[in-house]
C-alpha cells in the first residue's frame, strides 16, 4: 500500500505506478511527500469529491511488521505515515494540491521516503538511532498549456525529530525537494509520450544537535531526465532516455552520473 494508491498526485503523464509507462525513474513519478510512508502496506485511505472544484484525501497506514507480535510492531504504535491533501480543480486544465504527512518511524523501519527517491543524507534519518516523527508538508499543480503540453511540478518540505525528546527540543533536522517537468503527449504518434523532468531530489538542507549546525554537504543534487516512449503497437512501446543526476549525495565532489536507458514495455 502506497498513499498514491488513493490521493491526486497530480502528475497525470509521469505517473505510472511503476508500470513502466510513465518516467524512467521512481523520483520523476511524483512529489517524495507521497513515499512517505511508502510500501508500509497496511491501513486505510479514501477520495471524497466535496463538490466540482474541491476534493479531500485522507489516510492512514502502517508498516508490515505489524504482523509481529513484538513492542513497537503494531496497528498504532509501530511506524506509521498519516496523510491529508485538498485538491482543488478549478478547470480541467489546472489542478493543484496542498498536503501534510505526518510519519512515525520506529527503529525496525527508520528511512524517509522508502528509500527510492534522495540522498543518502536525507532518507536515512541521520542524526536519530532509533525513534522519529516527520512532518511533511507539499504543494503539486499540473497545467495543460494544450492538449500536445502540460507541465507539472511540486514543491516539498520535511522537517523531523527524535520522539524520545521533550517537545521543542533542539535535535532536528529538515530537508527539500523542487521539481518541475514538461509532459508532450501524443508527440509525434498517438499514444507516444515525450518528458523531460528537471528538479532536486530530496536533500538533507538543516541538521542540528544541541541546536547547534552540524556541518555536512549541501551541494544541489540535480535530476535531469529526458525521455520518449514510442507507442510501436497497442501492446507494445519502447521507450529510450536519459538520466544525469549532479551532485550525488549532495557532495559536488562526486563525479556526475549519466545514465542512458532503453525500457521496452508490453501491456496486455
Same mark, same amino acid.
Given at each position: 500500500?502506497?498513499?498514491?494508491?488513493?490521493?491526486?498526485?497530480?502528475?497525470?503523464?509521469?505517473?505510472?505506478?511503476?508500470?513502466?509507462?510513465?518516467?524512467?525513474?521512481?523520483?520523476g513519478?511524483?512529489?517524495?511527500?507521497?513515499?512517505?510512508?511508502?510500501?508500509?502496506?497496511?491501513?486505510?485511505?479514501?477520495?471524497?469529491?466535496?463538490?466540482?472544484?474541491l476534493?479531500?484525501?485522507?489516510?492512514?497506514?502502517?508498516?508490515?511488521?505489524?504482523?509481529?507480535?513484538?513492542?513497537?510492531?503494531?496497528?498504532?504504535?509501530?511506524?506509521?505515515?498519516?496523510?491529508?491533501?485538498?485538491?482543488?480543480?478549478?478547470?480541467?486544465?489546472?489542478?493543484?494540491?496542498l498536503?501534510?504527512?505526518?510519519?512515525?518511524l520506529?527503529?525496525?523501519?527508520?528511512?524517509?521516503f522508502?528509500?527510492?527517491?534522495?540522498?543518502?543524507?536525507?532518507?536515512?534519518?541521520?542524526?536519530? !538511532?532509533?525513534?522519529?516523527? =516527520? +512532518?511533511?508538508?507539499? *504543494?503539486?499543480? &499540473?497545467? $495543460?498549456? /494544450?492538449?500536445?503540453m502540460?507541465?507539472?511540478?511540486?514543491?516539498?518540505?520535511?522537517n523531523?525529530r527524535?520522539?524520545t525528546?521533550?517537545?521543542?527540543?533542539?535535535?532536528?533536522?529538515?530537508?527539500?525537494?523542487?521539481?518541475?517537468?514538461?509532459?508532450?503527449?501524443?508527440?509525434?504518434?498517438?499514444?507516444?509520450?515525450?518528458?523531460?523532468?528537471?528538479?532536486?531530489?530530496?536533500?538533507?538542507?538543516?541538521?542540528?544537535?544541541?541546536?547547534?549546525?552540524?556541518?555536512?554537504?549541501?551541494?544541489?543534487p540535480?535530476?535531469?531526465?529526458?525521455?520518449?516512449?514510442?507507442?510501436?503497437?497497442?501492446?507494445?512501446?519502447?521507450?529510450?532516455?536519459?538520466?544525469?543526476?549532479?551532485? !550525488?549525495?549532495?557532495?559536488? =565532489? +562526486?563525479?556526475?552520473? *549519466?545514465?542512458? &536507458?532503453? $525500457?521496452? /514495455?508490453?501491456?496486455?
Open positions: 500500500g502506497e498513499h498514491a494508491d488513493y490521493t491526486p498526485t497530480l502528475n497525470p503523464y509521469f505517473e505510472d505506478f511503476d508500470g513502466g509507462r510513465g518516467t524512467l525513474s521512481t523520483f513519478q511524483r512529489s517524495p511527500i507521497y513515499r512517505m510512508g511508502s510500501g508500509f502496506g497496511s491501513g486505510i485511505g479514501m477520495t471524497t469529491r466535496l463538490n466540482k472544484v476534493s479531500v484525501s485522507l489516510g492512514y497506514l502502517t508498516n508490515g511488521s505489524g504482523n509481529l507480535p513484538t513492542d513497537d510492531a503494531g496497528l498504532l504504535n509501530g511506524s506509521f505515515s498519516a496523510i491529508a491533501q485538498l485538491t482543488v480543480t478549478p478547470s480541467d486544465r489546472f489542478s493543484f494540491g498536503t501534510y504527512n505526518y510519519t512515525y520506529t527503529k525496525l523501519v527508520n528511512t524517509n522508502g528509500e527510492v527517491a534522495g540522498t543518502k543524507l536525507s532518507t536515512a534519518n541521520t542524526f536519530v !538511532p532509533e525513534d522519529t516523527y =516527520n +512532518n511533511s508538508f507539499g *504543494v503539486a499543480a &499540473t497545467f $495543460r498549456l /494544450s492538449p500536445g502540460v507541465l507539472n511540478g511540486w514543491v516539498t518540505t520535511t523531523g527524535d520522539f525528546l521533550p517537545r521543542g527540543s533542539s535535535d532536528y533536522y529538515y530537508t527539500w525537494s523542487y521539481a518541475l517537468g514538461l509532459a508532450l503527449p501524443d508527440l509525434g504518434k498517438k499514444g507516444s509520450l515525450g518528458g523531460i523532468l528537471v528538479g532536486i531530489s530530496p536533500y538533507l538542507t538543516g541538521f542540528y544537535l544541541d541546536g547547534s549546525p552540524v556541518a555536512f554537504q549541501k551541494s544541489l540535480f535530476h535531469i531526465e529526458g525521455f520518449y516512449r514510442y507507442q510501436m503497437t497497442e501492446n507494445l512501446a519502447i521507450t529510450p532516455g536519459f538520466i544525469w543526476l549532479t551532485a !550525488p549525495n549532495q557532495d559536488s =565532489n +562526486n563525479p556526475d552520473i *549519466v545514465i542512458g &536507458t532503453v $525500457r521496452m /514495455s508490453f501491456t496486455f
